[in-house]
DNA sequence: GTGAAAGCGCTAACAT
DNA sequence: ATGTTAGCGCTTTCAC
């Protein structure tokens, strides 16, 4: 059925009258080619329609022109963002992206590596710094350039891109404590497989630590990333009894969980209760209650870590940019807590039968 | 510094004591090996950590086991949601994903596909029913399967699978006109290069017809999909005088905009103002007025999308799913109008000044 | 059932 | 500046 023939190299050759060589050069290095005959070549082929093999040029040349990017899932936002910031830029460097999620998996990211790594990717981008061992090992093996986002440069021996989360954990403690919150709780993602969400509570605790606050266990709730579960994750920190004055989300979406909860309990933000999320994603301003957040810069990640591939690829030196700026966005959800902290009667009070 | 030799099927070859030929059939065609010569040389392959070099396999079997997809941008949880359902369903048979976005540029998206094509993927997924012509003689000639998403199927003579754009148009305007709505608004994305957009807005307008209801031409509002643009719509709208009693938006992100201005201009919703949604993203149902919205099919597009794709490559006869259902899902933010419509005295007094 | 040999379409040394 | 010659690492006839 499928008669059409693609046209290659030795069909250009032949119509321009020299060496599949010369065309090679002609489209590769073309300073090598005479003028005259590069400006033939060029034409015919363009004419011919004729556009190289993928395949057989990166068995010639050991070089694929792709880059790999491993996140856990696209269904959020922030991986999403990251991604396409990765790829507008590989795109203007004619480099190719290959997609995968790991669903937070450490075994499916490292089979996604392993076929990545064999389809001779260029260079990698994965998410975090905890990763099944053998995956640094097949790395390491390949010699292919790899880097980790989303997670800061200190915290791991391998080349990061992130922003830190001490430096977010200070801003938003810092300013609720200014405001004089002493009573805290935590709402973030589940901690297996997701080191950033592990290093967000060790980052408050050690900032809470320093101003000598600390946090109950039952205070810290882990729930995935989606409205319903922040709503839930309210409701039982209602019925375990007093409710903090702030509440520390693992990112926007639980936050509006959060306050969408809060305010079917009737509670008011930020009266009884302030709410900080993070990620500063695109609803955060725009909400009835705008929300106060962390800005992140994701798209930025994304093309960094672009760079940063493409740089060790073309065996440029690179030096990877140091931690990223984060910045505290206040809007609505937070303010001084209305009662002292230690005797939240107030919040008892709408304590859900 | 890269001494790492990537081991290859010549060297588990001489290992076992075999042909390459007899490793590359253990492999690739198990039954075609003896059972202990076929286990030795598995068992071998694995210890040695090998595994098949993609290009060679590529350029030997004109396959390269990659599928493309190029959408817009990633920037759109609805995009990003299909990319998500078309990956997952790729990963289980062992397919890869490359991944462009076009930006709703033709250009983009025709260059896209021709270095999609160049790399040989085995099929193509392309969004929407409108593309350079030279995207489709390219695709002709390459003789790869492709599949056009977010098109209905019986909206373009090339396999397409999406939902139709009348029946979103039927649920919406059929169940706004029932609840006595006469005055409509429709705030939607920029047609220009959006096919789906233009046909969103001659559905709406032939249902409205057969209502004996016109659209007048002001107002139909382009915004892009943020929910500022959406606030912002709705001001002009407030500008422009009476305002509709309902307004139909083409995504969720525009009518949270919608809604979020509404009630910083002090109009009630539903009372004064009935807002529908498109896709019913997660935030739909949780905002503290939830939208009404339509929802639409977005995973299971990626998944058919592959479905079919994976079909047409293994030459498997394989049939097109016909229209995807659609649901409208009433919550809160539709009701009946609060006044007549042919004299929205109320809604002028609320025009700014 | 297994091996030998011939490519797949390109690039890169090596000549000239 | 250009042509010739070898591969790149795999699969796939074709023999045996």
Redesign the interface.
């Known amino acids: 059925m499928?008669t059409?023939k693609?046209i290659k190299i030795d069909d250009v050759a032949a119509a321009a009258g020299v060496s599949p060589a010369t065309v090679s050069r002609a489209i590769n290095n073309p300073h090598m080619v005479r003028g005259s005959v590069r400006a033939r070549i060029l034409e015919l082929a363009e004419n011919m329609?004729y556009?190289?093999?993928?395949?057989?040029r990166?068995?010639a040349t050991r070089r694929?022109q792709?880059v790999g990017a491993i996140i856990p899932?696209?269904?959020n936002?922030m991986f999403?963002?990251i991604?396409?910031g990765l790829?507008?830029h590989l795109?203007k460097s004619?480099y190719?992206?290959?997609?995968?999620?790991s669903d937070y998996d450490p075994e499916k990211e490292f089979r996604?590596a392993?076929?990545?790594?064999?389809?001779?990717v260029d260079g990698l981008m994965i998410v975090g710094a905890v990763h099944d061992p053998r995956l640094y090992k097949l790395l390491e093996?390949?010699?292919v350039p790899f880097v980790q986002t989303l997670a800061p440069a200190r915290a791991s021996p391998h080349p990061s891109i992130g922003y830190d989360s001490d430096t977010v954990a200070q801003l938003v403690v810092g300013y609720l404590r200014g405001l004089g919150h002493r009573d805290f709780g935590l709402v973030v993602g589940h901690t297996a497989f997701n080191d950033r969400v592990a290093a967000y509570i060790e980052s408050v605790r050690k900032v809470l630590d320093s101003f000598d606050i600390k946090l109950a266990p039952d205070r810290v709730l882990h729930r995935q990333y989606?409205?319903?579960e922040g709503?839930n994750a309210l409701q039982q920190l209602v019925r375990q009894g007093p409710l903090p004055s702030a509440i520390i989300a693992g990112n926007d979406?639980l936050a509006?969980?959060l306050i969408?909860e809060a305010?079917l309990q009737g509670l008011s933000i930020p009266g009884d209760l302030s709410i900080v999320g993070l990620g500063d994603s695109?609803?955060a301003?725009?909400?009835?209650r705008p929300l106060t957040t962390v800005r992140t810069p994701k798209s930025e990640i994304g093309r960094l870590a672009a760079d940063y591939l493409l740089g060790r690829i073309e065996n440029r030196t690179v030096n990877l940019p140091g931690e990223m700026q984060v910045e505290l966005v206040v809007r609505s959800t937070t303010g001084r807590p209305a009662v002292a902290a230690p005797s939240p009667a107030k919040a008892r009070n709408k304590t859900l039968a």
Not at 285 to 288: D, G, I, Q, T, W
């Open positions: 499928d059409r693609r329609g556009s190289a093999d993928g395949a057989a990166a068995l694929s792709a899932t696209l269904d936002a999403a963002r991604i396409d790829q507008r795109y004619n190719m992206l290959l997609l995968a999620s996604n392993r076929v990545m790594l064999e389809r001779s093996a390949s010699g989606t409205v319903e709503g979406t509006f969980g969408h305010q695109e609803f301003a725009n909400l009835p």
